[in-house]
């Protein structure tokens, strides 16, 4: 079905308040035109982020009154660790806090000074880990990737030339393993395929460099394969991924994408030396590795989330509806990155905004745009989050865009026509909306807590 009906039906709801465009006007000037920073109650539809926000099924809040809150041996832990190990195939699990918990453990272990990482495409705590521990991102994604109208199956796909151009520049000594992201957040929700990831572990393995995943969204990425890829259309998405994750050697994961949960994560891997080595410094950052950050509780809610996302009813609606979006989008002439991706709809601002440079910040302006036209809350995905280069300029990125991000389980087809009429409205008169200049900045991870005036 090209845009089936929600799998499931709604036992409990959260009433969203509603605010007038005056109202709004104040608003957005007291966030500082920063949609981080405006307060959840005076947003109307949320679109910020998939990460945290997806509603949890009744058998995930049943899970959460069977927390076994002991320090140490957590009856919890135990179900989380067989449910990472059945269904993604890993032999060793770290619990963290969340996904940049396990980039952390992850980066300390395997980055020394004067290392390169190379990555299909950076995410920005991702890279931000790896250079605090003396590493060099770079991107070996394909060129594709960074050309929002050219449409492509598998538009996260590693370059494999430039991967080995990589290797040969620099030695396999020097790069610990190579990060692949399934689906590629920063290159609109892109997917990976199965072949692909095949080549980079037949390369890396010759070379004796590791392969890392990116997991957060590999449920999202095993549809894609499913759906797109030759030989797939009769595996189911649950043997899809197990397959995936074959061939890497550990992963990180932010439970608060695919795992269907508010908080939680884990780092994997299926090599002895290196878990002991995490468990040694997860107790340091994270918690007892029996629990790493999280309740009892919250890795039972996880555990039970791990099942439900390879649900081929789940999986199938989740895409679908994201598609639903950026179908509606395209067809009324927006510039979005195509094909739309797993997660998000991805505006193309510079598009969108011609008549901006890339220095007036135009999507975090289209961004605060659209909140101000519906109180819908999107993401600025460009350069202001991309931050700056080791010299202090502005790092510019190819991709300027805002991410309206479908969060898991939370909204229907009819909140997607609100998104839709107020994009399409705002496109019409586009001429209007003015660029943005930064009043305060800090020095790491700017585009969460920025705030900006209009110029
Ligand atoms: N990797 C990817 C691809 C992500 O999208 C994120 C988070 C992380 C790692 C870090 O995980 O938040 O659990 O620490 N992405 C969120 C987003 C914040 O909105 O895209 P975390």
Same mark, same amino acid.
């Given at each position: 079905?090209?845009?089936?009906?929600?799998?499931?039906?709604?036992?409990?709801?959260?009433?969203?308040?509603?605010?007038?465009?005056?109202?709004?006007?104040?608003?957005?000037?007291?966030?500082?035109?920063?949609?981080?920073?405006?307060?959840?109650? +005076?947003?109307?539809? /949320?679109?910020?982020?998939?990460?945290?926000?997806?509603?949890?099924?009744?058998?995930?809040?049943?899970?959460?009154?069977?927390?076994?809150?002991?320090?140490?041996?957590?009856?919890?832990?135990?179900?989380?660790?067989?449910?990472?190990?059945?269904?993604?195939?890993?032999?060793?699990?770290?619990?963290?806090?969340?996904?940049?918990?396990?980039?952390?453990?992850?980066?300390?272990?395997?980055?020394?000074?004067?290392?390169?990482?190379?990555?299909?495409?950076?995410?920005?705590?991702?890279?931000?880990?790896?250079?605090? +521990?003396?590493?060099?991102?770079?991107?070996?994604?394909?060129?594709?990737?960074?050309?929002?109208? =050219?449409?492509?199956?598998?538009?996260? +796909?590693?370059?494999?030339?430039?991967?080995?151009?990589?290797?040969?520049?620099?030695?396999?000594?020097?790069?610990?393993?190579?990060?692949?992201?399934?689906?590629? +957040?920063?290159?609109?929700?892109?997917?990976?395929?199965?072949?692909?990831?095949?080549? =980079?572990?037949?390369?890396?393995?010759?070379?004796?460099?590791?392969?890392?995943?990116?997991?957060?969204?590999?449920?999202?990425?095993?549809?894609?394969?499913?759906?797109?890829? /030759?030989?797939?259309? /009769?595996?189911?998405?649950?043997?899809?991924?197990?397959?995936?994750?074959?061939?890497?050697?550990?992963?990180?994961?932010?439970?608060?994408?695919?795992?269907?949960?508010?908080?939680?994560?884990?780092?994997?891997?299926?090599?002895?030396?290196?878990?002991?080595?995490?468990?040694?410094?997860?107790?340091?950052?994270?918690?007892?590795?029996?629990?790493?950050?999280?309740?009892?509780?919250?890795?039972?809610?996880?555990?039970?989330?791990?099942?439900?996302?390879?649900?081929?009813?789940?999986?199938?609606?989740?895409?679908?509806?994201?598609?639903?979006?950026?179908?509606?989008?395209?067809?009324?002439?927006?510039?979005?990155?195509?094909?739309?991706?797993?997660?998000?709809?991805?505006?193309?601002?510079?598009?969108?905004?011609?008549?901006?440079?890339?220095?007036?910040?135009?999507?975090?302006?289209?961004?605060?745009?659209?909140?101000? /036209?519906?109180?819908?809350?999107?993401?600025?995905?460009?350069?202001?989050?991309?931050?700056?280069?080791?010299?202090?300029?502005?790092?510019?990125?190819?991709?300027?865009?805002?991410?309206?991000?479908?969060?898991?389980?939370?909204?229907?087809?009819?909140?997607?026509?609100?998104?839709?009429?107020?994009?399409?409205?705002?496109?019409?008169?586009?001429?209007?909306?003015?660029?943005?200049?930064?009043?305060?900045?800090?020095?790491?991870?700017?585009?969460?807590?920025?705030?900006?005036?209009?110029?």
């Amino acid at each position: 079905m090209k845009y089936p009906a929600e799998p499931f039906k709604i036992k409990t709801v959260e009433t969203i308040e509603m605010t007038s465009r005056e109202e709004r006007e104040d608003i957005v000037k007291e966030a500082g035109y920063n949609t981080f920073l405006l307060p959840s109650k +005076n947003v109307y539809i /949320d679109l910020l982020t998939d990460s945290g926000t997806s509603a949890m099924s009744d058998k995930q809040w049943a899970s959460l009154m069977i927390g076994d809150e002991a320090y140490g041996g957590s009856e919890n832990w135990f179900k989380l660790r067989d449910a990472v190990q059945e269904i993604y195939g890993f032999d060793y699990v770290v619990p963290t806090h969340q996904g940049r918990g396990a980039e952390n453990l992850l980066s300390q272990i395997m980055i020394e000074e004067g290392d390169y990482i190379p990555g299909n495409m950076y995410f920005t705590t991702t890279k931000a880990h790896q250079e605090l +521990n003396g590493g060099k991102f770079v991107d070996v994604i394909i060129d594709e990737a960074h050309k929002p109208s =050219v449409e492509r199956d598998f538009k996260g +796909n590693v370059d494999l030339d430039k991967y080995k151009k990589l290797i040969d520049e620099v030695g396999a000594d020097k790069i610990p393993y190579i990060c692949v992201a399934v689906t590629v +957040n920063m290159a609109g929700g892109q997917p990976v395929s199965m072949e692909n990831i095949k080549k =980079v572990k037949e390369i890396s393995e010759k070379h004796g460099i590791k392969v890392m995943s990116d997991a957060t969204r590999c449920v999202e990425n095993a549809y894609y394969i499913k759906e797109r890829e /030759d030989g797939y259309q /009769d595996k189911s998405v649950r043997e899809i991924l197990k397959e995936m994750m074959s061939y890497f050697d550990g992963c990180t994961m932010s439970g608060k994408k695919d795992c269907l949960v508010n908080i939680g994560g884990f780092l994997a891997m299926n090599d002895a030396d290196m878990y002991q080595e995490a468990t040694s410094l997860v107790v340091m950052y994270e918690g007892m590795p029996t629990y790493g950050g999280m309740a009892g509780r919250d890795m039972e809610a996880m555990a039970t989330g791990i099942y439900e996302s390879v649900d081929e009813h789940y999986i199938e609606h989740r895409i679908k509806q994201v598609r639903y979006l950026g179908d509606k989008l395209a067809e009324a002439g927006i510039p979005i990155i195509k094909p739309v991706g797993g997660h998000a709809v991805f505006l193309d601002a510079r598009e969108f905004l011609p008549h901006l440079s890339q220095d007036q910040l135009p999507a975090q302006a289209l961004a605060a745009a659209i909140y101000l /036209d519906s109180g819908v809350r999107a993401m600025e995905r460009g350069v202001v989050s991309a931050g700056r280069d080791a010299d202090g300029s502005h790092h510019y990125p190819k991709l300027e865009t805002v991410r309206l991000t479908i969060p898991r389980r939370v909204y229907t087809y009819a909140h997607m026509d609100v998104v839709a009429n107020s994009v399409i409205d705002l496109y019409e008169k586009r001429d209007k909306i003015s660029g943005l200049k930064f009043v305060y900045e800090p020095p790491t991870l700017r585009f969460f807590t920025s705030k900006f005036e209009p110029l």
